[in-house]
């Protein structure tokens, strides 16, 4: 089983900066992409940001610029740097990890959650 904690949303106003990061932790044989979703109230859940094991990374339009998505491999951990924060990107912000509890076992994880409110 593989567990995801989030950690670092607030309440910022708007044009702040926040930084999330999200632990991985369990049974890992493999870490492969590693991810940030965010949901807000009424709405779809959407893509933030993800990137590979090897760091290759992949935005959202409405964050391409603002956002910065990165991850220390040895800590099995994602961060997610966000700036110019506007109040649209208030939302629940989702951790999400890709990869292997065992050579031939993949999961798929979700955190728990983390709230950012943008608002002045």
């Known amino acids: 089983q593989v567990q995801l904690v989030e950690s670092g949303g607030g309440l910022v106003q708007p044009g702040g900066s926040l930084r999330l990061s999200c632990a991985a932790s369990?049974?890992?044989?493999?870490?492969?992409?590693m991810g940030w979703y965010r949901q807000a109230p009424g709405k779809q859940r959407e893509l933030v940001a993800v990137?590979?094991?090897?760091?290759?990374?992949n935005y959202g339009d409405s964050v391409k610029g603002r956002f910065t998505i990165s991850r220390d491999n040895a800590k099995k951990t994602v961060y997610l740097q966000m700036n110019s924060l506007k109040p649209e990107d208030t939302a629940v912000y989702y951790c999400n990890a890709e990869g292997y509890t065992n050579p031939v076992s993949p999961f798929g994880s979700w955190g728990q959650g983390t709230q950012v409110t943008v608002s002045s």
């Open positions: 990137i590979t094991s090897g760091g290759s990374t």
């Open positions: 369990g049974s890992i044989f493999r870490l492969n992409a």
